[in-house]
């Protein structure tokens, strides 16, 4: 089983940075994609920015040029670096995984908790 757990949301003015960490535990598994998606109040959730093993990435147009996403392979991490936030980037942001299970060579997706992220004067 892999837990993904999240942190580093929390309230802040716009134009304010924050930092999102999501770390994957567990034993007996690979990472390979991860992503960040985020859902706000009555939408739908929505991809944010996603990043291959190999360092590849890719953003939703609204966060180009604002957004960050970066991972540290060897602690199966994955970062969100957000900056000149918006009051649109509010919603509770959720991290992803796309893992092989060792044993058995199969593809399973986890989903981390959420982490809240606010963005008001």
């Known amino acids: 089983q892999v837990q993904l757990v999240e942190s580093g949301g929390g309230l802040v003015q716009p134009g304010g940075s924050l930092r999102l960490s999501c770390a994957a535990s567990?034993?007996?598994?690979?990472?390979?994609?991860m992503a960040w998606y985020r859902q706000a109040p009555g939408k739908q959730r929505e991809l944010v920015a996603g990043?291959?093993?190999?360092?590849?990435?890719n953003y939703a147009d609204s966060v180009k040029g604002r957004f960050t996403i970066s991972r540290d392979n060897a602690k199966n991490t994955v970062y969100l670096q957000m900056n000149s936030l918006k009051p649109e980037d509010t919603a509770v942001y959720y991290c992803?995984?796309?893992?092989?299970?060792?044993?058995?060579?199969?593809?399973?997706?986890?989903w981390g908790q959420g982490t809240q992220v606010a963005v008001s004067s």
């Open positions: 992803n995984a796309d893992t092989v299970v060792s044993a058995t060579a199969l593809l399973r997706i986890y």
């Open positions: 567990g034993s007996g598994f690979s990472v390979y994609a």
């Open positions: 990043i291959t093993r190999g360092g590849s990435t």
